[in-house]
């Protein structure tokens, strides 16, 4: 093969990546943007937390009975659930008894694994997951992976002040999120912490 014909093979393979990239993160978006589908009711819902609103959206959930069980996964170690509670203008009382403060998950694939151990321990079967609309393609495909009987439910969060369109969120924060569910798509987050591992371990064997 001569180097001109070796170059343009190069060029052609670099336009082919490219395009998939680019038309990639065109489905992302609009996958990121897809609208909430929630059935009338479900076994459980978890929230992975980190974000503006993806708490209170969750116990709103759990208030209105859409499930039996809550699992905030990856709360810091100083919040408490009445805290979160009145910060969403709910009463505590009534959903202490229904919330899992997952306090282990450190990263979204640890919150897919924290998750899998809690649906397994109350039976879940239908779950609502409750994220940020950014997050949501890069934590369905973790949770998936994690929980392959349950049917997973979406329900994106907006960020506060982003409107409702893809024009306005930064092209930064989509193209970041982009690249990382793309690491996680294709197995690279199995690389995992060893904080979450240790974690997983304990929970098989306990």
């Given amino acids: 093969m001569t180097l ?3 170059a343009l093979l ?13 038309g990639g993160f065109v489905w992302f978006i609009r996958s990121a943007f897809r609208e909430a589908d929630l059935p009338a009711t479900a076994d459980g819902i978890v929230a992975l937390t980190g974000g503006a609103d993806r708490v209170e959206t969750a116990l709103r959930l759990l208030a209105e009975h859409r499930a039996n069980w809550l699992l905030l996964s990856g709360i810091g170690g100083g919040a408490e659930l009445t ?12 959903l202490a008894a229904h919330v899992t403060l997952g306090r282990q998950a450190r990263t979204t694939h640890g ?21 940020a609309f950014y997050h949501m393609p890069r934590a369905m495909t ?7 009987g349950v ?7 907006l960020l506060p002040a982003a409107g409702t369109t893809a024009h306005s969120i930064p092209v930064r924060l989509m193209f970041s999120e982009y690249s990382k569910y793309l690491l996680a798509l294709f197995g690279v987050s199995a690389v995992i912490p060893v904080r979450d591992q240790e974690m997983w371990d304990r929970v098989r064997a306990g």
Avoid: C, K
């Avoid at 973790?142 to 392959?148: A, I, K, M």
């Fill in 83 to 94: 805290d979160l509670a009145r910060r969403g203008g709910l009463d505590p009382a009534p």
């Fill in 4 to 6: 001109s014909r070796l």
């Fill in 111 to 131: 919150n897919a694994l924290e998750t899998a151990a809690w649906a397994h321990a109350h039976d879940i079967h239908a779950l609502i997951v409750v994220t």
């Fill in 142 to 148: 973790e949770l998936q992976r994690e929980l392959p």
């Fill in 151 to 157: 049917l997973l439910y979406e329900d994106p969060v």
């Fill in 10 to 22: 190069i060029s052609a393979v670099v336009l082919v990546v490219l395009l998939g990239l680019g």
